[in-house]
């Protein structure tokens, strides 16, 4: 599954890993401020944030694109010369756009959320009838947001085709590898199956699963230190009272409640998908062989084997009944915990309606990334008996050396132009 789109996997994804933290605190610990060398100072301390679009191409910003560029430059010149692969740009020069147009996105909605204060503030001075404008006034501040929107929304476009792209690649790369090595796998049951329908099913459900968990990542580190910032507007909570970083507390123990009731109530479910799959592919190769055999797929086998998948089905639907109530009932109860949190503030008339949005927004954006267990917990258990199956179908593999694979099946690659 991996071999075959990245470069010796074990090692480029702990190098990535190393990599990405050793940038990331450099960043921090200099990196941000070595922009000024180059004419690329970061914001003031203390400065205002700047509303609107014009925030994407500000100085730090565009330092902050230049940096990450060099990284990835880097990074892929490494693994170009210590272990080529003919699907590297896909796995490593795509991958890093797609992390960037993701990254690119969270900062927009931080500039949404930058600008919801200032312009509720304004709202709300206008309903109250102690603030004076015009029509021209009100309609910029609404244009301020619609060029947020609109790049936003075109940029997720982009990055939504890219990794339709990419997933493709990669299963590309998968059925490649598995043919290239057929003689040895097509005595496994339903080889023809996992080739074509486990590979398609594992890069449909890694886009989607893949694409939120880094979103989930990046939502959260940009998000935190905003709500961080905007907590200065609670002083405590209800029935815990006063407590230091009162937001972040409430955050983090609503998520890890709610992310282990939900871990707890579906800890049964992958192994029962996994037991689903083994009794449709028996079900399904008794009816193929039934296709050119006339003593097979007879009724009194057919029965039976579709007895064990219904029987397997209706106890997956059983538990899955107090999975869902578990699931759903934390979900709707999450959407008025932000008010239920910020009742006392809002009581004492210690916050405005801008900043109540903003912090709704902010609190909502990082229980969200919080949640990403809670909310993909059905997607992981697909996902974990997917690769049930692809990785006991790989294990034929392993343990003994692969005919010529390093060299017949990486150049034919090469010289098909993977693109």
Request: with cysteine; hydrophobic share 50%; proline share 5%.
């Given at each position: 599954?991996?071999?075959?789109?990245?470069?010796?996997?074990?090692?480029?994804?702990?190098?990535?890993?190393?990599?990405?933290?050793?940038?990331?605190?450099?960043?921090?610990?200099?990196?941000?401020?070595?922009?000024?060398?180059?004419?690329?100072?970061?914001?003031?301390?203390?400065?205002?944030?700047?509303?609107?679009?014009?925030?994407?191409?500000?100085?730090?910003?565009?330092?902050?694109?230049?940096?990450?560029?060099?990284?990835?430059?880097?990074?892929?010149?490494?693994?170009?010369?210590?272990?080529?692969?003919?699907?590297?740009?896909?796995?490593?020069l795509?991958?890093?756009?797609?992390?960037?147009?993701?990254y690119?996105?969270?900062?927009?909605?931080?500039?949404?959320?930058?600008?919801?204060?200032?312009?509720?503030?304004?709202?709300?001075?206008?309903?109250?009838?102690?603030?004076?404008?015009?029509?021209?006034?009100?309609?910029?501040?609404?244009?301020?947001?619609?060029?947020?929107?609109?790049?936003?929304?075109?940029?997720?476009?982009?990055?939504?085709?890219?990794?339709?792209h990419?997933?493709?690649?990669?299963?590309?790369?998968?059925?490649?590898?598995?043919?290239?090595?057929?003689?040895?796998?097509?005595?496994?049951?339903?080889?023809?199956?996992?080739?074509?329908?486990?590979?398609?099913?594992?890069?449909?459900?890694?886009?989607?699963l893949?694409?939120?968990?880094?979103?989930?990542?990046?939502?959260?580190?940009?998000?935190?230190?905003?709500?961080?910032?905007?907590?200065?507007?609670?002083?405590?909570?209800?029935?815990?009272?006063?407590?230091?970083?009162p937001?972040?507390?409430?955050?983090?123990?609503?998520?890890?409640?709610?992310?282990?009731?939900?871990?707890?109530?579906?800890?049964k479910?992958?192994?029962?998908?996994?037991?689903?799959?083994?009794?449709?592919?028996?079900?399904?190769?008794?009816?193929?062989?039934?296709?050119?055999?006339?003593?097979?797929?007879?009724?009194?086998?057919?029965?039976?084997?579709?007895?064990n998948?219904?029987?397997?089905?209706?106890?997956?639907?059983?538990?899955?009944?107090?999975?869902?109530?578990?699931?759903?009932?934390?979900?709707?109860?999450?959407?008025?915990?932000?008010?239920?949190?910020?009742?006392?503030?809002?009581?004492?008339?210690?916050?405005?309606?801008?900043?109540?949005?903003?912090?709704?927004?902010?609190?909502?954006?990082?229980?969200n990334?919080?949640?990403?267990?809670?909310?993909s917990?059905?997607?992981?258990?697909?996902?974990?008996?997917?690769?049930?199956?692809?990785?006991?179908?790989?294990?034929?593999?392993?343990?003994?050396?692969?005919?010529?694979?390093?060299?017949?099946?990486?150049?034919?690659?090469?010289?098909?132009?993977?693109?």
């Amino acid at each position: 599954m991996f071999v075959s789109f990245f470069p010796q996997p074990k090692l480029f994804f702990t190098s990535a890993a190393v990599w990405s933290l050793a940038a990331i605190l450099f960043w921090f610990f200099g990196g941000e401020q070595l922009g000024a060398v180059l004419g690329f100072p970061p914001a003031a301390a203390g400065a205002p944030p700047i509303i609107g679009i014009a925030v994407l191409w500000s100085k730090p910003f565009l330092w902050f694109y230049i940096y990450f560029a060099a990284c990835v430059v880097i990074f892929y010149a490494f693994w170009s010369w210590y272990a080529p692969h003919p699907w590297q740009n896909w796995s490593i020069l795509m991958t890093a756009v797609i992390l960037f147009f993701i990254y690119f996105n969270v900062q927009v909605s931080v500039a949404v959320n930058n600008w919801y204060g200032p312009f509720f503030d304004y709202v709300q001075g206008l309903m109250s009838g102690t603030t004076a404008s015009t029509d021209t006034e009100f309609y910029k501040g609404l244009a301020d947001f619609s060029w947020l929107a609109l790049v936003g929304m075109n940029v997720q476009v982009i990055n939504a085709f890219i990794v339709s792209h990419w997933i493709f690649r990669w299963r590309t790369a998968m059925n490649n590898y598995f043919v290239a090595n057929w003689s040895r796998l097509r005595h496994i049951e339903g080889a023809s199956q996992r080739i074509q329908e486990d590979t398609m099913r594992f890069s449909q459900i890694m886009e989607d699963l893949g694409s939120s968990f880094v979103q989930s990542i990046m939502t959260l580190i940009a998000f935190l230190p905003v709500m961080i910032q905007l907590q200065a507007h609670i002083t405590e909570l209800p029935i815990i009272g006063a407590v230091p970083q009162p937001l972040v507390v409430a955050a983090l123990g609503w998520c890890l409640f709610g992310t282990a009731s939900v871990m707890l109530a579906g800890i049964k479910l992958p192994g029962l998908q996994f037991r689903n799959q083994r009794v449709e592919a028996a079900y399904r190769k008794e009816l193929v062989y039934g296709e050119d055999h006339p003593d097979r797929a007879q009724p009194a086998t057919t029965a039976e084997l579709f007895t064990n998948v219904r029987r397997n089905y209706f106890r997956l639907y059983f538990h899955y009944i107090y999975f869902n109530v578990v699931r759903y009932t934390y979900l709707q109860a999450d959407n008025i915990f932000s008010l239920l949190i910020l009742g006392p503030s809002l009581v004492a008339h210690k916050i405005t309606f801008g900043a109540l949005n903003q912090i709704s927004n902010a609190f909502g954006k990082v229980t969200n990334s919080l949640q990403f267990l809670l909310n993909s917990w059905s997607t992981i258990v697909e996902l974990q008996s997917v690769h049930k199956r692809l990785r006991a179908f790989e294990a034929t593999l392993q343990g003994e050396p692969l005919p010529d694979i390093d060299r017949r099946y990486l150049a034919r690659q090469g010289a098909e132009d993977p693109a």
